[in-house]
Every structure is written in C-alpha cells, then in structure tokens.
Nanobody, 125 residues
Framework: QMQLMESGGGSVQAGGSLKLACAVSGILASNPCMGWFRQAPGKEREVVAAIWRSVTTYYNDSVADRFIVSQDNSKKMLYLQIASLKPEDTAMYYC???????????????????WGQGTQVTVSS
C-alpha cells in the first residue's frame, strides 16, 4: 500500500503563490499516476493536475496557466506549484495515486486508489 501526506497549504492573499507537497511512502507501485485534486465547500471534488513517469503532465484547463505539477522520485515527493492565487482556489487539496495515467484516466477520481488527507488552501481577496 501507498501512503500519501500533503503539506504546504495555508492562508494567502490573492495574487500570492504556494507550493504544495505530497510525501509518498509505503509499497510504491511502478510508475503510478500521481494526481492533485481539490474540493471547495459545497462543491464536488475536481482534478487539477496529474503527472506520470515524471514527464507527462495533465492539467485542468481552468488552472493550466497557473499550476505546475512536478515530482522528485529520488525524494518520493509530488509537488503542485500554484501562482497568482485567486479566492476561487480556496479548497482542500488532495494528492492521489493511481495505476497509470492516460488521456482517459487521469481526470477520473475513481481511477486513483490511494489518497492523502488533504491540505487546506485559503485565498483572501
């Protein structure tokens, strides 16, 4: 099993930036698809980005110009760099791991087996 733990959330003003991190431990699957999701109060969980084999990245069109997903396999870490934060970015952010990414699978929450507990991002105007 894989264990995931997010960190790096916080309260920031609009226009600021954050770098979220996800520490991966446990029995690691070979080349898992690593994704970031977020859920705002009263809204459904939505995918924001995913990465596979450290080089293939996927982004929700709504955040593609401000979010960068990356991973450091040597440190077993996943990252999400968020720039130009907006109040609508306020949400709990989760990292997740699935079997592999594809154009059809990466955005589906049910394709991810392992989830972290989340880190809260709050953006004030």
């Amino acid at each position: 099993q894989m264990q995931l733990m997010e960190s790096g959330g916080g309260s920031v003003q609009a226009g600021g930036s954050l770098k979220l991190a996800c520490a991966v431990s446990g029995i690691l699957a070979s080349n898992p698809c690593m994704g970031w999701f977020r859920q705002a109060p009263g809204k459904e969980r939505e995918v924001v980005a995913a990465i596979w084999r450290s080089v293939t990245t996927y982004y929700n069109d709504s955040v593609a110009d401000r979010f960068i997903v990356s991973q450091d396999n040597s440190k077993k870490m996943l990252y999400l760099q968020i720039a130009s934060l907006k109040p609508e970015d306020t949400a709990m952010y989760y990292c997740a791991a699935g079997r592999y990414c594809s154009n059809e699978r990466w955005a589906r929450a049910n394709e991810y087996t392992y989830w972290g507990q989340g880190t809260q991002v709050t953006v004030s105007s």
